[in-house]
């Protein structure tokens, strides 16, 4: 039977972790994804764990542990947040690469400089081309199912490609929710084993990992790469499905709200989902035609699924929470552009939110919706603009 | 009728680790070195697992789709062979605990040369060892970064021309640091560390052993002629290390427990010209401009040398 | 020994193509160990050592020394030399510790046409 726990985010991501119990964890503190290790160290003090906890001496080595630990055929996790994962960024391409099914859930966080430590999707969005794929949760329940989805989807054959988990900081770290955690064995029983293809510690098979791919080879491991985390689509989906049927809770790629028949339509991922969800609700009382898509796998990009739900929109307000330098839009929003391209001829603009921990709150969605019906009416709306930001 | 088999014999009987094909320079020190090391494992009845840092031995051993290695091998990056050998090292500890593997055969050795030991990847060694995971760690040490064309590393020595520490003109000296001595680090970590040589093999063997045998990390730190970076003659490669530890510029000692002791006394320690002469990479010095940096290698090598000894005799 | 055509080359089909990105192992893995093997660094050589048993004490300091793996033994003893891997650095001849030296460098050229034997009387001027 599962039980309603009021607990934070990381304390969730942190009891997936204990239920999923990994043969290895390699981590290394830093906010907020901090209290996912503390209380790691703490389940194995008390006995409620058996992981093997490397206490490493930066994330580098972290994530350089996971990949020698994932290679020698174990499963294997880490979370980290920031500049983190910015130093984790080379390794990430290796651990992909070597199609290491390495399971990282990470807590968004601005990257510096100057220096914050809040919610903020520049770290996730910089390494989102490193071949892992990456699920945008809402709330600590999604966290703390997708953990466990991530290992499953992680391990699929087809697949067999790191996945990162994602949740806000403090947004969804730091607050305390009430949640569903699932029985111990219930978890165990849906993860099952992991049986490696290849593995460092088989000294009877020796095989070698990492070698290096000179220009007439490496082109084909890439593609051949790619149809990995390209086959994590329908994994995620069917893995999903089937956490429902067990567990009664399951998400899909994209979560559609009210926007079957919406005209007016935001676009968004993580935290950010309540917020225009009480905003939309707002907007379909006052009689606006008021919807959301949430893209909940980021990568791989679910193409069909956003062209389906947005295909009927009048106009298309996409929240982005980071600022792709010097690129026409943000990341979510070039995304979804791409995929409307030949498809909708209607304005698809880009919100920039919630940079450093800033608030965005319900009144500023509704202004979003608000301009997304001058928008439709063929007003003229900035391409891009930054809500909740001093001019 | 079989001839009596002699130790090398014996050491000759095991399948070779690392096998031939590779594309290391014609005399190149990497493998003579790494080919003792596993041969040495093999012979005390271990599995080795390695982790190889990104240096000239990992591109021209594992070159796809080709591989010299019969060994289970991996290759993550440059600074990170220590944190990848303390994972499968954490791996193996798990999956034993768990009754998922059964082999107490099983050790684990991380190689690296001077750029991923000394230099970008001190921080993933010192962690590990400080970790204390099971592994020896064996630092190819060619006094440069050799795979990118000879730049000097902080154990580049004083008085050495490199690509980044270049000699013209102006400048008849080189490098004008003195190297690190990162067996003392290593040793600072209250771990077996261990300063080789190819040369004195079985000097190097023993020193394998002791590390395999720790419950705990290990280091050793061998020196390896660069053929191609010090530039000279393939042949010498295994001439220069002897010259080396001859000339007491590269000291076999070894660090247990934290004392020190001297394994090699040369009885007739010879002048530093007879190892920097013939290696381009010293050419400079046997000029006029060059003399004053000769005798100050000299009295760098004797006052490392006599402290080593000191050190040795008053018992720590 | 050739080392040619008796192996499938590593990458390549059996008609000697290279394998497209469908049909390659995932993670850039080479699952066949120690193929290098079937590589030819023969090709290198400017000069060869040649060996002489008959004065060779068997002492296997060229073997302990050679970075190629291009001495060939037989249960442990010193056999002979594997042309198809030894890039002729000569440190083999360096390490031979007999008098004269069991193992001596002949010009590639020169040995190129002569067999086994040939080489044998020619590097040690043997009658």
């Known amino acids: ?94 651990a992909s690469g070597m199609r290491l099914p390495i399971v990282a859930p990470v807590v968004a966080r601005a990257l510096s400089g100057p220096l914050n430590i809040h919610g903020d999707f520049s770290d996730v969005y910089g390494v989102r081309e490193s071949g892992w794929v990456e699920l945008f949760c809402q709330d600590s329940q999604e966290f703390y199912d997708t953990i466990i989805q991530g290992v499953r989807i992680a391990e699929t054959e087809s697949v067999l490609t790191p996945v990162m988990p994602i949740a806000d900081g403090f947004d969804i770290s730091h607050t305390v929710e009430n949640w569903y955690m699932e029985d111990d064995e219930a978890v165990k029983e849906f993860i099952g084993e992991y049986h490696p293809k290849f593995s460092l510690l088989d000294t009877k098979h020796p095989v070698t990992f990492g070698a290096w791919a000179p220009p007439d080879w490496y082109y084909e491991n890439r593609r051949n790469q790619l149809e990995g985390l390209l086959s994590a689509y329908e994994a995620t989906k069917k893995i999903d499905q089937e956490f429902g049927e067990k567990f009664g809770r399951s998400y899909g790629v994209i979560e559609k709200y009210r926007s079957d028949d919406a005209e007016l339509i935001v676009v968004g991922m993580g935290a950010v989902s309540g917020t225009i969800k009480d905003a939309v609700d707002q907007m379909r009382e006052n009689g606006v035609s008021a919807g959301f898509v949430r893209v909940k796998l980021f990568r791989p990009f679910p193409y069909k699924d956003v062209i389906d739900a947005l295909k009927g929109a009048k106009a298309i307000g996409v929240f982005d929470r980071c600022i792709s330098a010097g690129a026409q839009t943000a990341a979510l929003c070039t995304d979804v552009r791409s995929a409307m391209y030949g498809n909708s001829t209607v304005p698809i603009i880009n919100y920039t939110y919630g940079l450093g921990g800033r608030d965005t709150t319900v009144e500023h969605v509704k202004e979003v919706i608000e301009q997304l019906k001058d928008a439709a009416e063929g007003k003229t709306v900035s391409p891009v603009n930054y809500i909740n930001l001093r001019a | 009728m079989a001839k009596k088999l002699s130790f090398l014999n014996k050491l000759a009987l095991n399948k070779e680790s690392l096998e031939g094909g590779h594309r290391l320079c014609p005399g190149c020190g990497h493998s003579i070195i790494i080919r003792m090391v596993l041969n040495t494992a093999l012979q005390e009845g271990y599995q080795p697992v390695m982790s190889n840092a990104t240096g000239c031995l990992e591109v021209c051993t594992g070159l796809y789709p080709y591989s010299s290695w019969n060994i289970p091998w991996i290759h993550n990056a440059f600074e990170n062979a220590a944190a990848t050998i303390s994972g499968a090292e954490a791996m193996y500890r798990s999956l034993s605990r768990r009754g998922k593997l059964d082999n107490d055969k099983i050790v684990f050795i991380a190689f690296g040369s001077d750029g991923g030991t000394y230099d970008i990847g001190l921080q993933a060694l010192s962690g590990a060892a400080e970790r204390g995971h099971r592994f020896l760690y064996v630092c190819d040490d060619n006094e440069a970064y050799q795979n990118t064309g000879n730049q000097r590393s902080s154990a580049t020595p004083y008085g050495t021309r490199t690509t980044t520490s270049a000699v013209g003109a102006i400048d008849p000296i080189g490098k004008k640091q003195k190297r690190k001595e990162i067996v003392e680090i290593m040793g600072a970590h209250g771990i077996y560390a261990a300063q080789a040589s190819p040369s004195h093999w079985m000097d190097l063997i023993k020193k394998v052993k002791k590390g395999l045998k720790q419950n705990g990390p290990a280091y050793l730190n061998v020196i390896q002629p660069c053929t191609t970076g010090w530039g000279y003659d393939p042949k010498d490669t295994i001439n220069y290390a002897k010259l080396a530890v001859e000339t007491c510029i590269w000291p076999l000692y070894e660090i247990e427990n934290r004392r020190s002791k001297v394994n090699v006394k040369p009885k007739n320690k010879l002048p530093v010209e007879a190892y920097l002469k013939g290696q381009k990479r010293y050419a400079h010095l046997f000029t006029p401009q060059g003399k004053e940096t000769l005798e100050r290698i000299q009295k760098l090598t004797d006052e490392r040398w006599e402290f080593l000894l000191e050190r040795e005799k008053a018992g720590f | 020994m050739s080392g040619k055509n008796d192996f499938i080359i590593p990458g390549c089909d059996k008609n000697g193509n290279l394998l497209g990105w469908r049909s390659i192992e995932i993670g850039g893995m080479v699952t066949e160990a120690g193929n290098s093997r079937t590589y030819e660094t023969g090709s290198w050589r400017n000069e060869q050592p040649v060996w002489n048993a008959d004065t060779c004490i068997d002492c296997m300091m060229c073997w302990l020394g050679c970075p190629d793996t291009a001495i060939i033994t037989k249960e442990g003893h010193m056999a002979g030399i594997d042309y198809f891997k030894c890039k002729g650095c000569g440190i083999c001849v360096e390490q031979c510790p007999t008098d004269p030296k069991s193992l001596t460098m002949l010009p590639e050229e020169e040995a190129k046409d002569l067999s086994l034997e040939e080489k044998i009387k020619t590097a040690f001027n043997k009658e």
């Open chain 1, 1 to 94: 039977m599962s039980k309603r726990v009021a607990l934070s985010g990381n304390e969730a991501a942190a009891h997936a972790i204990r239920q999923i119990n990994p043969d290895v964890i390699a981590a290394f503190p830093i906010t907020p994804s901090t209290p996912i290790p503390m209380n790691v160290s703490q389940f194995i003090a008390d006995g409620k764990m058996t992981t093997e906890f490397v206490t490493v001496e930066s994330e580098h080595s972290a994530i350089s542990a996971c990949v020698g630990a994932s290679a020698s055929g174990g499963r294997v996790m880490t979370a980290t947040s920031a500049n983190g994962l910015a130093l984790m960024f080379e390794i990430l391409y290796i």
